[in-house]
């Protein structure tokens, strides 16, 4: 069985071949395997292997598999599904209980799938665990489900039929055996739609540039893939396309992701055309009670009026698609107020925006008649927490499950119904997962270069925010218009640093969404020094406050936040006491030829362009280290199971940087993990572990 798909990589004039560590990139080589077992030897005996490292491993795991962490449910008719990850079941387990019973808080859970007893797990050899990526059953009966599993937490996955009921998977139902990056979704108990990965099986796969099916099948029940008929395709230079169903609407729905950014929307006619929604290829678009809700990314005339980027329109359906375009506005942005999330349940369409941070929800009901109008109301929130809302169940009724959590709040749990205003009920609360006395929580501003004011939360003791400098982690993404400073509980960050005396600090810089898409566009492509000078800037203010000391200060960001570190560690080494960079894209020059890359080009910019190249290598970490530069202890991770940011990004940076006598450079891979921390607890909490270890070790006993 082929475990992952063939590593997507093509030669280009930028590909800079003369790189004297491009061998990293290989996989499964020997001699790369050989220099990774010695970079981690190194690192675990450093940081990983102490007995203090150790024993913060431990209490993280016992907080990641906690009996009493919130179990969330999700309803299907009668039952609520849940997945739980423990001790005893580290891969995790799909289990369910009556609703009603969950609801009362007096589950009775069965197990409907335990993940580590699968046969491809073999937990006591060397091969990987298969971890589950997605359980999605089909409507209305809830009997099967479609089950992607993934080898080491890759994006690859394999794809198998479940039976809910027998408690066994269908032999002989739908299975894509080799992994690949499928996508699949129910059309009815006997159909699915399938986005298939063949490049385990094809010489000339029909992927996208980035590596994604760009071809949709519609697959039946008791037939091969390959002879399923491809009823949707895309370009090659697209990102990707998939095809779905909505049971709610009955109409099927399909996608062209033209570019990260940017998509084309389609639905099926009763003559089996596809028909493109006539709004901005940057609109996003979902159909709710007859209406299309449209939210832009940038402005747009439409009815006669220009619209802001960042609002929301609203149009009736069967209307729009004749070619009228009479619209109502439910949401428009203001000055650092924006659009933050749009979901619904029966009646009542839920909108969740954000002034300066702060989460508010207004409700709408649509027009009861065709003469009448929206009506709205604002829904009041608790002060002090972060609040998301999920319906339960949208065709049935306008219940909702209220998660709400904050920095050093616990999450908690409610259920309310938006058809009256009813006090919420409570499910479930988290207790505390670490000492939180003393602590505080500040939202401060930063003057960026050009003078916009920069927001950051900062942590930590009272005390010490007001001119006790204290070791300082300054977390940071500024990309891909990801919402980066949204609250969220520090239950892991908070017993490895806040409460033995650390401050943490988050910033929202631009190229992030803080701030919408404005906020983003202003560090796209050629202006991404933007992004660095943004975080700069806070880290500068941090100092400027004796909060810390630049000896006391770390930086530590993931993925596109790797690049950031690296970047910024680059330019201001003075400024920083350690570096963390977690998968990060750091060679800017092959970026866009390496696995997922060249879904990324509207974000930073295309290598194959010499101008965009130009922009790329002034601010690139692999092409400007230099030797005889103080850089600060720098500690770079992955995982060998990253198939959307490239290990050989981090690994040849490690390399190079030794090569030119940095001796205080670490390297550490897992090889499990995907991109992210780890599959089983017992190995994320280790991975948390060793990068808190390196942190107090460099800039916790440190003063100016």
């Known amino acids: 069985m082929t475990l992952l798909s063939k590593p997507h990589t093509t030669q280009s004039p930028s590909a800079h071949t003369s790189d004297p560590y491009l061998a990293l990139e290989a996989a499964q080589d020997s001699d790369v395997e050989t220099w990774i077992g010695e970079q981690n030897t190194r690192t675990m005996r450093a940081f990983g292997d102490t007995a203090r490292s150790q024993a913060r491993a431990r209490r993280i795991a016992q907080i990641l598999t906690s009996s009493e962490r919130i179990a969330q449910c999700s309803r299907f008719d009668a039952w609520g599904y849940n997945t739980w990850i423990d001790d005893a079941h580290p891969l995790g387990l799909v289990r369910r209980t009556p609703w009603q019973a969950w609801l009362d808080g007096r589950p009775q859970w069965e197990d409907v799938l335990d993940v580590g007893t699968i046969d491809l797990n073999n937990l006591d050899g060397d091969g990987p665990r298969w971890v589950l990526v997605d359980f999605t059953l089909v409507h209305p009966t809830y009997d099967r489900a479609l089950v992607m599993l993934s080898p080491g937490g890759a994006d690859a996955c394999i794809v198998r039929e479940y039976d809910v009921n027998s408690r066994m998977f269908v032999k002989g139902g739908f299975e894509l055996a080799q992994a690949g990056r499928h996508c699949v979704s129910w059309i009815d108990r006997d159909t699915i739609y399938v986005g298939w990965d063949d490049s385990a099986v094809n010489d000339a796969p029909q992927l996208t540039a980035s590596g994604f099916p760009r071809q949709v099948r519609k697959w039946r029940r008791g037939t091969d893939v390959a002879a399923a008929p491809v009823v949707f395709e895309g370009r090659r230079d697209d990102v990707s396309v998939v095809a779905t169903y909505d049971d709610v609407n009955k109409r099927h729905l399909a996608w062209r992701d033209v570019t990260f950014f940017e998509s084309e929307g389609f639905w099926l006619d009763q003559d089996g055309t596809w028909q493109r929604y006539d709004v901005p290829r940057d609109a996003s678009v979902f159909e709710w009670s007859g209406w299309l809700l449209v939210t832009i990314r940038s402005d747009w005339t439409v009815g006669g009026t220009m619209q802001t980027g960042g609002t929301l329109l609203a149009f009736r359906r069967s209307a729009f698609v004749e070619g009228a375009r009479d619209v109502t506005v439910l949401f428009a942005p203001g000055e650092r107020h924006i659009l933050s999330d749009v979901s619904y349940t029966r009646n009542w369409l839920i909108i969740k925006h954000k002034q300066d941070g702060v989460t508010q929800v207004t409700l709408w009901r649509p027009p009861v008649a065709a003469e009448s109008a929206w009506q709205d109301r604002e829904w009041a929130l608790p002060q002090g927490c972060e609040v998301s809302l999920s319906a339960i169940d949208e065709i049935r009724d306008d219940t909702v499950l209220i998660h709400t959590e904050h920095f050093l709040t616990p999450p908690s749990l409610y259920w309310a119904d938006l058809a009256d205003e009813s006090p919420?009920?409570?499910?479930?609360?988290?207790?505390?997962?670490?000492?939180?006395?003393?602590?505080?929580?500040?939202?401060?501003?930063?003057?960026?270069?050009?003078?916009?004011?920069?927001?950051?939360?900062?942590?930590?003791?009272?005390?010490?925010?007001?001119?006790?400098?204290?070791?300082?982690?300054?977390?940071?993404?500024?990309?891909?218009?990801?919402?980066?400073?949204?609250?969220?509980?520090?239950?892991?960050?908070?017993?490895?640093?806040?409460?033995?005396?650390?401050?943490?600090?988050?910033?929202?810089?631009?190229?992030?969404?803080?701030?919408?898409?404005?906020?983003?566009?202003?560090?796209?492509?050629?202006?991404?020094?933007?992004?660095?000078?943004?975080?700069?800037?806070?880290?500068?203010?941090?100092?400027?406050?004796?909060?810390?000391?630049?000896?006391?200060?770390?930086?530590?960001?993931?993925?596109?936040?790797?690049?950031?570190?690296?970047?910024?560690?680059?330019?201001?080494?003075?400024?920083?006491?350690?570096?963390?960079?977690?998968?990060?894209?750091?060679?800017?020059?092959?970026?866009?030829?390496?696995?997922?890359?060249?879904?990324?080009?509207d974000e930073y910019g295309d290598p194959d362009d010499a101008d965009a190249l130009r922009a790329l290598m002034a601010y690139s970490p692999y092409q400007n280290v230099k030797a005889g530069v103080a850089y600060p202890p720098v500690l770079f991770t992955t995982s060998a199971t990253d198939d959307r940011v490239h290990p050989g990004h981090a690994r040849k940076m490690a390399a190079k940087m030794q090569a030119l006598g940095h001796e205080q450079v670490w390297y550490w891979e897992q090889r499990d993990g995907g991109h992210g921390p780890g599959v089983e607890p017992e190995a994320v909490a280790r991975a948390y572990a060793t990068v808190y270890e390196f942190l107090w070790m460099t800039i916790g006993s440190c003063r100016d």
């Open 424 to 601: 919420w009920r409570l499910i479930a609360r988290l207790p505390a997962q670490f000492d939180a006395a003393g602590l505080a929580v500040e939202r401060r501003y930063a003057a960026a270069p050009d003078g916009v004011r920069i927001p950051y939360w900062i942590i930590g003791r009272e005390s010490d925010l007001r001119g006790n400098p204290r070791p300082c982690v300054l977390f940071g993404y500024g990309g891909f218009e990801v919402e980066f400073d949204t609250p969220f509980y520090l239950n892991v960050d908070g017993c490895a640093w806040l409460e033995a005396g650390g401050v943490l600090a988050i910033a929202g810089i631009r190229g992030g969404g803080e701030f919408g898409p404005s906020w983003h566009r202003a560090a796209l492509r050629d202006k991404r020094q933007t992004a660095f000078d943004d975080f700069i800037a806070v880290a500068q203010a941090l100092v400027d406050a004796a909060t810390t000391t630049p000896k006391q200060l770390a930086i530590r960001g993931a993925s596109n936040g790797g690049l950031l570190t690296a970047a910024c560690m680059i330019q201001r080494p003075d400024l920083f006491g350690a570096v963390v960079s977690e998968m990060p894209v750091l060679d800017m020059a092959r970026f866009h030829v390496l696995l997922q890359g060249a879904a990324w080009i």
